[in-house]
């Protein structure tokens, strides 16, 4: 059975640290492309960071360059997202998805692009 289960999230002042992880069953995370993705209330699903299986590059959106680091855990089949000086923009529900096919970076940003989703982990940033 394949899964993904985003967990992690939780309740943090403005300029606190939080990381999320996103455990995988049923493949292995190091053969697909995995990315993390966030939706507030009333806005679309956003790319943050992504992880390519073709050559391990990083990408990550402009709003979280700097601040947040995707990487992965091979033996324990997992990727995290470290979020480092979080900001209250940063409030969303935060979704892992995983693709197998090798992606350009443009499709990186496409939500069907993945082929399994997480449930969706809720992070708050309060100031």
């Known amino acids: 059975e394949v899964q993904l289960q985003a967990s992690g999230g939780g309740l943090v002042q403005a300029g606190g640290s939080l990381r999320l992880s996103c455990a995988a069953s049923?493949?292995?995370?190091?053969?697909?492309?995995i990315g993390w993705f966030r939706q507030a209330p009333g806005k679309e699903r956003e790319g943050v960071s992504f992880?390519?299986?073709?050559?391990?590059?990083?990408v990550n959106a402009r709003s979280v360059k700097g601040r947040f680091t995707i990487s992965r855990d091979n033996a324990k089949n997992t990727v995290y997202l470290q979020m480092n000086s979080l900001l209250p923009e940063d409030t969303a529900v935060y979704f892992c998805?995983?693709?197998?096919?090798?992606?350009?970076?443009?499709?990186?940003?496409?939500?069907?692009?993945?082929?399994?989703w997480g449930q969706g982990t809720q992070v708050t940033v309060s100031s």
């Open positions: 998805a995983a693709a197998k096919r090798r992606l350009i970076i443009s499709s990186l940003w496409d939500v069907d692009s993945y082929d399994y």
């Open positions: 049923g493949f292995t995370v190091k053969d697909y492309t």
């Open positions: 992880l390519r299986n073709s050559d391990s590059n990083t």
